[in-house]
T-cell receptor
Framework: QVQLVESGGDLVKPGESLRLACAAS????????MSWFRQAPGKGLEYLSY????????IYADSVKGRFTISRDNAKNSLYLHIRNLRAEDTAVYYC?????????RGQGTLVTVSS | DVELTQSPLSLPVPLGQPASFSCRSS???????????LNWFHQRPGQSPRRLIY???RRDSGVPDRFSGSGSGTEFTLNITRVEAEDVGVYYC?????????FGQGTKLEIK
């Protein structure tokens, strides 16, 4: 069955960087678009970015463009989200999902807390 | 950008009664392929969101058949035929037809 396990969240200071990871299993990862979402405490869901199976088709929400980088390693069935220059407003639970448009979100997420 | 407006924001429903959630889009959500990328998610208190419905009406594996999605164009509905205690939480619609993809503000279902 499809499994997605996010990791890498941490308590960090403003301005620091972090790399989140998503380990995928149970489906053909290299053939699948993947995406990242987040949810700030007490808030709704926000779509951040997606990447195609081969990595050539990438798009970012305006709110994260320039600071967030999505990438993948198909040999490791892993998706990544590199976040630099973290801000307090990046505090959220981050989720990965299979597909760009279908939002197949299955993991527990990983918590990123940005605080001095 | 597409605006998704969910209503009501709060929905108190007695156990065993039906519930209906509305999601209205500011733009038609039919993609060039003919698909309509309107998905529904459920988030129980303290838990991660889970997809219930994708492409308007396609129910996810394991989702009870008391849940159904319908609609077209700009008007979409999620229905529960008989509410159970485990159905409490927030329901979000999401459109992925027009970039930037986005979510509605959510409807909170509570047991009356």
């Amino acid at each position: 069955q499809v499994q997605l396990v996010e990791s890498g969240g941490d308590l960090v200071k403003p301005g620091e960087s972090l790399r989140l990871a998503c380990a995928a299993s149970g489906f053909s990862f290299s053939d699948s678009y993947m995406s990242w979402f987040r949810q700030a405490p007490g808030k709704g869901l926000e779509y951040l970015s997606y990447i195609s199976g081969g990595g050539s088709d990438i798009i970012y929400a305006d709110s994260v463009k320039g600071r967030f980088t999505i990438s993948r390693d198909n040999a490791k069935n892993s998706l990544y989200l590199h976040i630099r220059n973290l801000r307090a407003e990046d505090t959220a639970v981050y989720y990965c999902a299979r597909s760009a448009r279908l939002g197949d979100l299955r993991g527990q997420g990983t918590l990123v807390t940005v605080s001095s | 950008d597409v605006e998704l407006t969910q209503s009501p924001l709060s929905l108190p429903v007695p156990l065993g009664q039906p519930a209906s959630f509305s999601c209205r889009s500011s733009r038609y959500l039919v993609y060039s392929t003919g698909q309509t990328f309107l998905n529904w998610f459920h988030q129980r208190p303290g838990q991660s969101p889970r997809r219930l419905i994708y492409e308007v009406f396609r129910r996810d594996s394991g989702v009870p058949d008391r849940f159904s999605g319908s609609g077209s164009g700009t008007e979409f509905t999620l229905n529960i035929t008989r509410v159970e205690a485990e159905d409490v939480g927030v329901y979000y619609c999401m459109q992925a037809t027009h970039w930037p993809f986005n979510f509605g503000q959510g409807t909170k279902l509570e047991i009356k």
